[in-house]
């Protein structure tokens, strides 16, 4: 398999910040298939691999104090998503769990929140890192991540940038898969046409 090296250093491959694709079901693909249907989904523009530290353990000893790696802690992800979907896929997700829509032709609002009843409102997010031809060379999983935070951005008449859609998502802990011919495939169907 091509991995588009550098000359004398053609066996190792440098990982590029702008080669990947992220996989949220329902906001970049529809569900949790493949498919991109460019107006009913939103594009990746940046998001970040996981964050990590531990909370310190310290023991005192004699006259020295020990310290110890305790519970991990994941740091939030950020995520920017390209606003170009006819409908609202970030707002979806939101209204998975808490639902605000107008009764009828009235000017009322019914308001609901599901809390842990909504099986669809944390979703696993996968980050693929590809190598100069297109292939996936290492997958992050981030589990049973949400929304935290959404900004669907600022408008104004002074500029003509695309809209985005910045989220912060919370999730419970992620993991490092390493290339294989499954992983590949999976990058591979979730690629842009």
């Not at 023991?59 to 994941?74: D, K, M």
């Not at 107008?102 to 308001?111: D, E, L, T």
């Amino acid at each position: 398999m091509p991995n588009m090296g550098i000359g004398f250093a053609s066996s190792v491959v440098f990982k590029r910040q702008n080669r990947f694709i992220m996989h949220i079901p329902d906001v970049t693909h529809v569900g949790n298939s493949s498919v991109r249907i460019y107006n009913k989904v939103l594009l990746e523009e940046k998001s970040a691999r996981p964050k990590l530290s531990y909370k310190e353990i310290e023991v005192n000893h004699v006259i020295e104090t020990i310290r110890f790696a305790g519970r991990p802690e994941w740091d939030n992800l950020q995520v920017s998503l390209y606003d170009v979907a006819q409908s609202n896929p970030a707002w979806g997700w939101i209204t998975s769990n808490y639902y605000l829509r107008k009764m009828g032709n009235s000017n009322q609002v019914g308001i609901g929140y599901l809390g842990g009843a909504s099986g669809n409102f944390k979703r696993n997010v996968q980050i693929f890192m590809l190598d100069g031809c297109g292939y996936a060379i290492e997958a992050w999983n981030y589990v049973n991540a949400y929304p935290v935070a959404v900004d669907w951005g600022e408008v104004s008449m002074g500029s003509s940038d695309a809209m985005r859609i910045n989220m912060t998502l919370r999730y419970d802990r992620a993991y490092w898969e390493a290339c294989s011919r499954n992983i590949i495939s999976i990058a591979s169907q979730y690629m842009i046409p």
